[in-house]
T-cell receptor, first 110, second 115 residues
Framework: QKEVEQNSGPLSVPEGAIASLNCTYS??????FFWYRQYSGKSPELIMF????GDKEDGRFTAQLNKASQYVSLLIRDSQPSDSATYLC??????????FGAGTRLAVHP | ETGVTQSPTHLIKTRGQQVTLRCSSQ?????VSWYQQALGQGPQFIFQ???????GRGNFPPRFSGLQFPNYSSELNVNALELDDSALYLC??????????????FGPGTRLTVL
């Protein structure tokens, strides 16, 4: 079992819709969770971090954490073509390292 | 822009050669982590340097080695290159400590191709 699992996609949504990206993790002791966006050929950029159960909102982005189910999600409201990218879920491990999933490719079509 | 820089941007090497990649951390950050990202995969942790010493290592062989300098910049060295070493190499800097939200800031990466 991989430590962090994501559906590779592609997830295709129409412009203006809500995109829902999901991630599960195996270490029940994990406390910090991150969502990164990565455009093709570029490095990851942090969108959200979350460490408390429930929802955390920042603009069009909402991160959701359910530690009992070991599940993290990212919702993108009013999706735009510029949101088309790969979204990486990461969990903090020992030495402050990040353990990444393989990423979900999102395609927002006009 | 995160303030983390990496050089070179692209590099082509042949099997068996050695390569050195460089990273300058963001101002005020004294911890540097290196990641390898193969095509279609998420970044994989190679190792971390704090105060010029290796401070944690992922599942990579000893031919992957590193250095950190007094100004907190860092090098990643890979000996005896293999075809599977072809990847995007990412450097991330962070401040020390155990803050639950301690963020890592990624540089633009170095694309290494091994032929």
């Amino acid at each position: 079992q991989k430590e962090v699992e994501q559906n590779s996609g592609p997830l295709s949504v129409p412009e203006g819709a809500i995109a829902s990206l999901n991630c599960t993790y195996s270490d029940r002791g994990s406390q910090s969770f991150f969502w990164y966006r990565q455009y093709s050929g570029k490095s990851p950029e942090l969108i959200m971090f979350i460490y408390s159960n429930g929802d955390k909102e920042d603009g069009r982005f909402t991160a959701q954490l359910n530690k009992a189910s070991q599940y993290v999600s990212l919702l993108i409201r009013d999706s735009q073509p510029s949101d088309s990218a790969t979204y990486l879920c990461a969990v903090r491990g020992g030495y402050n390292k990040l353990i990444f999933g393989a990423g979900t490719r999102l395609a927002v079509h006009p | 822009e995160t303030g983390v820089t990496q050089s070179p941007t692209h590099l082509i090497k042949t099997r068996g050669q050695q390569v050195t990649l460089r990273c300058s951390s963001q101002s005020g950050h004294n911890t540097v982590s290196w990641y390898q990202q193969a095509l279609g995969q998420g970044p994989q942790f190679i190792f971390q340097y704090y105060r010029e010493e290796e401070n944690g290592r992922g599942n990579f062989p000893p031919r992957f080695s590193g250095l950190q300098f007094p100004n907190y910049s860092s090098e990643l060295n890979v000996n005896a290159l293999e075809l599977d070493d072809s990847a995007l190499y990412l450097c991330a800097s962070s401040s020390p400590g155990t803050s639950i939200s301690n963020e890592q800031f990624f540089g633009p990466g170095t694309r290494l191709t091994v032929l």
